[in-house]
């Protein structure tokens, strides 16, 4: 796998989106912010960061997620890289969501993006968002400061939240399982399995996977390390190996998939594999290198 200053994106790319966004506005924004003090607010101190994430950089950024300069560039470069309208591919997954679902939790939240447009399309729902950095979920609550919504934010491992059992009627996942081992991405079905109520529904967006299995050449571009691996996966299989009925994928805008399903109405339970024992035991030595 290209290292950070080896990608295509920092080659030639990153100059690009430099002129396309604000630069000054940006780092004025990101200097204004004290961010030690957004961890303590926003973070667990006790919380145990995973290696899978800890030893990665994304889309050049030394760090990934755990790096607060990713939260605050992320929506600045997110705008361009979701075609053909990013609001029109996170709609996509507003749009097929069934019935009126009252309580709901986004996992893997990002910046609230898609949180945001849930709360719009169902304000008499109560909506979680969860995320495990807590730059991000800064960035989350400022947004929904500035749009007048009520959401939780929460601090935590889409894989292990601290939610109880059957507390949703509606998970919801964006963008995610592209940026994740796929073995974390099963353990995290088999936990939104866990905590939907039965006849619950879970909607995920994410990249094409029969689109990106020709597209090996991201991982050079956007320095995704685990595109990959999710490429060549099934999330129709994994949703069914979860537990989940009624699984149904779409293309959406051809370089997206939105997915949905239902925890059966009568179901059974389904074991939750330890995260980071799923790391050691289904995810490759090779896949999580050291940097």
Request: hydrophobic share 40%; charged share 20%; glycine share 6%.
């Amino acid at each position: 796998m290209a290292t950070q200053n080896q990608t295509l994106w920092d080659q030639f790319l990153r100059p690009v989106f430099e002129l396309l966004m604000d630069q000054d506005g940006l780092k004025r924004e990101y200097g204004s912010v004290d961010w030690p003090q957004v961890e303590r607010t926003y973070g667990d101190p006790a919380f145990d960061y995973p290696a899978y994430y800890q030893r990665q950089n994304f889309h050049g950024i030394e760090g990934g997620y755990l790096n607060p300069s990713a939260a605050a560039s992320y929506d600045a470069v997110t705008q361009y890289v979701l075609p053909p309208n990013e609001v029109w591919v996170r709609q996509g997954l507003i749009d097929a969501i069934a019935g009126n679902p009252r309580r709901i939790v986004d996992l893997g939240c990002g910046t609230g993006s898609t949180t945001l447009l849930l709360k719009e399309a169902f304000p008499e729902a109560d909506v979680t968002g969860l995320d495990l950095s807590p730059y991000m979920l800064y960035v989350c609550d400022r947004k929904a400061q500035a749009a007048s919504q009520t959401i939780t934010w929460q601090h935590g491992l889409a894989e292990n939240t601290p939610f109880p059992a059957a507390q949703f009627e509606l998970v919801t996942i964006s963008l995610l399982f592209h940026e994740t081992p796929s073995a974390i991405a099963k353990a995290i079905l088999k936990e939104a399995y866990r905590l939907l109520v039965p006849g619950g529904q879970i909607v995920i967006l994410d990249g094409n996977q029969a689109t990106l299995r020709h597209t090996g050449w991201l991982t050079n571009i956007f320095e995704e390390p685990y595109i990959n691996d999710y490429a060549q996966g099934n999330l129709d299989a994994w949703l069914g190996a979860a537990g989940f009925e009624q699984v149904r994928s779409q293309d959406w805008w051809w370089v997206n998939q939105i997915s949905s399903a239902l925890k059966p109405l009568t179901s059974q339970v389904v074991e939750v594999i330890p995260p980071q024992a799923s790391v050691e035991t289904d995810l490759p030595w090779d896949a999580v290198p050291a940097v």
